[in-house]
């Protein structure tokens, strides 16, 4: 039961991984939720790109399609380091994918918590949960703007 509880979770909040979409009449923006889409636990690009982009933007700097319907903006993942006193706060990173993270942005879980969201496409197996978070993990690391 906990692990459909997830999936159904999963579903709502993958909503990021799509587009963002305005309606005419009120000029409200709108998410559409669907499922969480399976990748590639071995490319952290592809997670990328199916999570994480349509929020932060393929270049990782807040400005996805779905950025504007987000009552917090999304953040700039290009300066995790710059913010951090030039050090990437691998840590921190990955307690936030996990959804251990107290971050103020996240507050509403606006943002996905993907620990339970992988560990449900992972079918329960730690290790390849472990391996998505480290993956991504060090993406964003790549993804750090030079100061």
């Known amino acids: 039961m906990q692990v459909r509880k997830w999936f159904y979770l999963g579903a709502c909040v993958a909503a990021f991984a799509v587009i963002a979409m305005a309606q005419q009449a009120s000029q409200e923006k709108v998410i559409k939720h669907v499922p969480i889409k399976q990748t590639n636990a071995a490319s952290a690009k592809e ?53 251990e993270a107290e971050t103020p942005a996240h507050g509403s879980k606006d943002m996905p918590v993907w620990g339970p969201l992988f560990r449900n496409i992972s079918q ?7 391996q998505r978070i480290a993956n991504l993990n060090q993406f964003l690391e790549s993804m750090q703007q030079k100061y």
Do not use: I, W
């Open 47 to 99: 997670m990328y790109g199916s999570y994480c982009a349509v929020c932060h933007g393929t270049d990782g700097k807040g400005t996805g399609p779905a950025a504007s319907a987000l009552k917090v903006p999304p953040s700039d993942l290009t300066k995790l380091a710059a913010n951090n006193k030039g050090e990437f706060p691998s840590m921190h990173v990955s307690s936030v994918l996990r959804g």
């Open 124 to 130: 329960g197996h730690d290790a390849e949960v472990q």
